[in-house]
């Protein structure tokens, strides 16, 4: 067991540092303005870094993130705003280890292992020693140099493994700022191929993530770490365990032992997903060849849009929020409504068809003659059409009018009459047709009657 005095005032004087400063995140927004089903990428930089180091970045939630752990993902939005929260996590400076490196011997920890001295002094098992090179310890361990300088100036811990699980290979007591994330880091190293080391941290006692296994190749310096959050303590009795159990082998060197506060960065961004759902209404102000229809923009989005164009299907347009247009003539026309907010679009298309709301009314005549003898009944029957109900006036041209829906007329005098039948609907829409009749006087010499009326005649002399 060694104890370092030095390394105790060390810890008392740092007891008393602040929190430490952290880098601020710029260049990311407040909020970002996407439209639906579109990707945006983050690019926030780091500031003020200075000599804290970025650890890890983390972004949440991961929804719609290509990689969360990079600070500059991108996101795949849908229909739905998302906010995201950005930490970056930083090493402070400031490594509360003080002999980290070796350099000040075998000060500084504490140890459960025994330690070596000469050329065999790391041959029993449960040994230790602090060295330039693994090979001036032990036969058979290889050779190289440490992690911190590489060459033969520089020091590490070199251990042959116990045997015996979670005997500590190396101790410090540190005095910690209670709430506070620290990060426990070291370089290990294989020095006999057989069987490596199975390294793991603990503090106050409780191991941390996994047992972290070193490499079979000999002389390749590896780095593991662990985070740890101090809670309601204000010390930390941080540990190096071996998880190795097997003696043949598990032999390996600690060098750049580091245990530094973590800093955390924060900031957010709200991803406003542009919600445009246009739709619109109509009222219809029906003429009799052209239809007036009102419109009326409803939002059912949760965006306003910024800009209207509205296609009335008819080779015109509108930009006004609620146009009025005049649909003629009579038919069926495809509205499209598209709405503008930013560089967002959407579109909304109504099939209008205004012979719904009104039919043009049509006059049409039905009669069972176009020509009669003078006093001959003809019967007329209107087969007008619009929206009921209708109105029929008849003039029959010879100073007589009806406005019955069937007549019979007739003729007193020879000639030639146009009929003209106008019918008008419940919406004071009307139209005309016409037909002419001709009425011929009976013949006055038998036997050779004009054809057409021979029947009536002889009917009528019966
Ligand atoms: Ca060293
Ligand atoms: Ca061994």
């Not at 296609?311 to 003629?328: A, C, K, M, Q, R």
């Not at 041209?397 to 009806?402: A, L, P, R, V, Y």
């Amino acid at each position: 067991m060694k104890i370092s005095i030095l390394y105790f005032a060390f810890l008392s004087v740092n007891a008393l540092a602040q929190s430490s400063p952290c880098f601020e995140i710029l260049n990311l927004p407040d909020t970002i303005h996407v439209c639906k089903n579109t990707q945006v990428q983050f690019n926030p930089n780091l500031d003020n870094v200075g000599t804290i180091i970025p650890l890890d970045t983390t972004w949440s939630p991961s929804t719609g993130l290509d990689n969360p752990d990079i600070i500059n993902p991108t996101a795949s939005l849908g229909t739905i705003s998302q906010q995201y929260n950005l930490v970056v996590e930083g090493l402070t400076d400031l490594n509360l280890i003080e002999n980290w490196d070796f350099s000040l011997g075998t000060t500084g920890f504490i140890t459960s292992y025994i330690e070596g001295f000469g050329s065999s002094g790391l041959v029993p098992e449960g040994t230790f020693a602090v060295v330039s090179n693994p090979s001036l310890v032990h036969p058979n361990f290889a050779s190289f140099y440490d992690h911190t300088y590489g060459n033969s100036s520089g020091s590490m811990m070199v251990v042959n493994g116990s045997g015996t699980a979670n005997t500590i290979v190396w101790l410090q007591d540190i005095i910690v700022k209670p709430d506070t994330w620290y990060d426990f880091s070291a370089w290990a190293a294989t020095c006999v191929s057989q069987s490596p080391a199975l390294l793991q941290f603990s503090i106050n006692g409780v191991l941390l993530d996994t047992p972290f296994q070193l490499p079979n190749t000999t002389g390749n310096w590896v780095n593991f770490h662990s985070k740890w959050h101090s809670g309601s303590n204000v010390n930390a009795e941080i540990s190096i365990i071996d998880q190795q159990t097997i003696l043949g082998g598990n032999d390996f060197a600690l060098d750049d032992l580091r245990f530094r506060e973590i800093c955390k960065a924060t900031d957010s961004v709200f991803v406003h997903v542009i919600d445009l759902q246009p739709v619109f209404h109509y009222d219809s102000i029906p003429g009799c060849t052209s239809d007036q229809i009102n419109f009326t923009f409803v939002n059912e989005g949760g965006d306003f849009p910024e800009e209207f164009i509205w296609d009335f299907g008819d080779g015109t347009s509108s930009n006004e929020l609620n146009p009025v247009h005049i649909f003629s003539p009579k038919g069926v026309y495809e509205m499209t409504l598209t709405v503008r907010k930013g560089d967002c679009v959407e579109t909304y298309s109504l099939e209008i068809n205004t012979a719904d709301f009104i039919k043009p009314v049509d006059a049409f005549i039905s009669q069972d003659k176009n020509v009669a003898c003078i006093n001959e009944s003809i019967s007329f029957y209107s087969l007008g059409q619009g929206n009921y109900p209708l109105e029929f006036f008849w003039d029959f041209g010879d100073g007589n009018t009806s406005e019955d829906f069937e007549i019979a007329h007739t003729y007193e005098n020879p000639g030639y009459y146009t009929v003209t039948h106008i019918v008008t609907d419940n919406y004071a829409c009307s139209d005309t047709t016409q037909v002419d009749i001709e009425v011929i006087s009976p013949p006055q010499i038998i036997p050779v009657p004009d054809q057409n009326c021979a029947l009536v005649n002889q009917q009528l002399l019966i």
